[in-house]
T-cell receptor
Framework: AQTVTQSQPEMSVQEAETVTLSCTYDTSESDYYLFWYKQPPSRQMILVIRQEAYKQQNATENRFSVNFQKAAKSFSLKISDSQLGDAAMYFCALVDSNYQLIWGAGTKLIIKP | DSGVTQTPKHLITATGQRVTLRCSPRSGDLSVYWYQQSLDQGLQFLIQYYNGEERAKGNILERFSAQQFPDLHSELNLSSLELGDSALYFC?????????????FGEGSWLTVV
């Protein structure tokens, strides 16, 4: 069975600082895709970043970047220059061979002004 | 704006009643997913349709049913509602439902059962 684990229920960071959210996963697939989604207090589910497992280069989207370690099955999200609007639940997810998203439990990110 | 449209945004109904939630996927997306998220919970996958056909079923109760129509919009029917069905129901869509296609979410339909 494929699993996604987020070991940090909650993280806090000072505004303008950098924070890294951890995610590990387990899959027997060789070709898979990983995602980070953000869910702010409005509860909308927003795609943050996507990584194809066959790509060695880490994905980057503006202030958001990932550290993808395929051998270690690790997929952490780094948020640079944290802003108040980054406060949200962050979910790591894996798409499995049945086209389903396997979700982590989420990490609540608190931004301190 | 993800391009996935859900209606209604909010709904309050009594126990025992039936409601229908509607979803229009992004233009060009053939696959539709339904998820349930209760307060302070993660997302529970309910069901997926691809081009009108059921593709995968998750933890969907027998009181719930869904379908995808020829124009690709989808409806989730919830019947004999119970207090525990109060939740945020998300619809999501992707291009072909293949692994790797990004799944985009609508804003959700808030259901409150009283």
């Amino acid at each position: 069975a494929q699993t996604v684990t987020q070991s940090q229920p909650e993280m806090s960071v000072q505004e303008a600082e950098t924070v890294t959210l951890s995610c590990t996963y387990d899959t027997s697939e060789s070709d898979y895709y990983l995602f980070w989604y953000k869910q702010p207090p409005s509860r909308q589910m927003i795609l943050v970043i996507r990584q194809e497992a066959y790509k060695q280069q880490n994905a980057t989207e503006n202030r958001f970047s990932v550290n993808f370690q395929k051998a270690a099955k690790s997929f952490s999200l780094k948020i640079s220059d944290s802003q108040l609007g980054d406060a949200a639940m962050y979910f790591c997810a894996l798409v499995d061979s049945n086209y389903q998203l396997i979700w982590g439990a989420g990490t609540k990110l608190i931004i301190k002004p | 704006d993800s391009g996935v449209t859900q209606t209604p945004k909010h709904l309050i109904t009594a126990t025992g009643q039936r409601v229908t939630l509607r979803c229009s996927p992004r233009s060009g997306d053939l696959s539709v997913y339904w998820y349930q998220q209760s307060l302070d919970q993660g997302l529970q996958f309910l069901i997926q349709y691809y081009n009108g056909e059921e593709r995968a079923k998750g933890n969907i109760l027998e009181r719930f049913s869904a379908q995808q129509f020829p124009d690709l919009h989808s409806e989730l029917n919830l019947s004999s509602l119970e207090l525990g069905d109060s939740a945020l129901y998300f619809c999501a869509s992707s291009v072909q439902g293949r692994a790797g296609n990004t799944i985009y979410f609508g804003e959700g339909s808030w259901l409150t059962v009283v």
